[in-house]
Structures are given as C-alpha cells and as structure tokens.
C-alpha cells in the first residue's frame, strides 16, 4: 500500500495553464507538506497543513494555493503556470512530533512538472 | 550563510570502502536532524535520525555535535546499493513547535560507489 501518493506523476502544460496537483496520506498523520525540488536538485518547503490548519507557507507567489479538504488529503492549485514553475512537486506527511521527538517525514513519489 | 551547507561531491568510493559525510547548520535552535537518502528521480527517504548521543544502524553511525553545529554520517563497508545522494536534514523548530515544522534540506552530497 502507497502511504503518500500524488497524482500526476508527471505534468506537462503550457504557460498560463492552470493546473493541482493531489496528495493523499493513509499514514493516519495530522500534518502534510507540500516541497518544491528545483532543476539544482534543491529541496525546499513551501506550505505545511496541520489538521487542515495553514501552518508554514513560505516565500512562494501567490498563484500557488493549497487546499486541505481533510487532514490526508493536501492538494496544491497553480494558477497561471510559469516556465519557473517547473519543478519536481514533493508532498510529504509526519504524525508531529513523531518518535522521541523527532518529526520523521515520509515523501510521496513527487509530480515532475513541465512548462512549456 | 546558508542554512544547511554540506559538500555536493561527487565521492567517488571503492565497494567495501569507509566513507563519511559533513553537514554544518547555522540555527543554533534547531532541535532535531536526520539523513535522508534520495535515489535519482525518487523521493527523498528517511535513512536516520541523528541524536546527541550518536547512534548506529548496522553499517550507518550519524553524529551530532550541537557546539560546532555539525552533523556527521559515517557508512562502513559501502555497497554499490548505497550509491545516491545524501540530504542533511534539519528541523528548524520555528513554527509551531507542534511537528508541522518543514524540514530545511542541504543540497545533498552524491555518493557513486565503484565494482
């Protein structure tokens, strides 16, 4: 059983475009995220949703929202697509805190966007 | 400086050869950190947390020295499977506190082990 699943696996669109991404968690976690890894390999938070609660959202432009329906589903709307905008999308979950404190987190396969 | 800094490598590594890895942090309040492994065009994945004790999983001893703000990953008798790139990874600690903190990603370093 997939514990982080994201659909598509892989986005192919035209600049303007309006595009989600979906993310789901059967993990049972409170907390989801969504991460940005771009064409550097650089992998760096952009939002984090705590029981449906808005708790980080990071430098990111505005076009981007997320959408928390229920605390293991996390979805990310873009609007307006951008040739920047592509990128390798990660979500990713924890049960916060998680053992000894720790905050594990566990990645879904990540949605490879492409922006033409 | 940058807030999770670790040399990018590659390293270049004979199978069954030591090798180990820095990583330096500039948040003096990060509470919690970890190795992750990210094979390429794959997730990043847990490897290990890393606690100021020191600890060990079979062939990997991570370390953490919060004066010099380091973290350490040592792997023994390396495997042509340990071939990927390796995230130093730390949780800043500075939202809620509650466990929905992103976690702050170094750039990884990339580790090729040779037949």
């Known amino acids: 059983d997939t514990a982080v699943s994201q659909t598509p696996k892989y986005l192919v669109t035209q600049m303007g475009n309006d595009k989600s991404i979906k993310c789901e968690q059967n993990?049972?976690?409170?907390?989801m995220y969504w991460y940005k890894q771009d064409s550097k390999k650089f992998l760096k938070i952009m939002f984090s949703?705590?029981?449906?609660?808005?708790?980080i959202n990071e430098t990111v432009p505005n076009r981007f929202s997320p959408k928390s329906p229920d605390k293991a589903h996390l979805n990310l709307h873009i609007n307006s697509l951008e040739l920047g905008d592509s990128a390798v999308y990660f979500c990713?979950?924890?049960?916060?805190?998680?053992?000894?404190?720790?905050?594990?987190?566990?990645f879904g396969p990540g949605t490879r966007l492409t922006v033409t | 400086r940058k807030e999770v800094e670790q040399d990018p490598g590659p390293f270049n590594v004979p199978e069954g050869a030591t090798v180990a890895f820095n990583c330096t942090y500039s948040?003096?309040?990060?509470?919690?950190f970890f190795w992750y492994r990210q094979d390429c065009r794959k997730e990043p994945k847990l490897l290990m947390s890393?606690?100021?004790s020191g600890n060990e999983d079979g062939r990997f001893t991570a370390q953490l020295n919060r004066a010099s703000q380091y973290i350490s990953l040592l792997i023994r008798d390396s495997k042509l499977s340990d071939s990927a790139t390796y995230l130093c990874?730390?949780?800043?600690?500075?939202?809620?506190?509650?466990?929905?903190?992103?976690?702050?990603f170094g750039k990884g370093t990339h580790l090729i082990i040779q037949p």
């Open positions: 948040n003096s309040a990060s509470q919690s």
């Open positions: 990713a979950s924890s049960q916060g805190p998680g053992l000894a404190g720790s905050y594990e987190q566990y």
């Open positions: 990874v730390v949780n800043p600690n500075m939202y809620s506190g509650g466990g929905a903190d992103g976690l702050t």
């Open positions: 890393v606690y100021s």
């Open positions: 993990l049972g976690h409170d907390t």
């Open positions: 949703y705590n029981n449906k609660e808005l708790i």
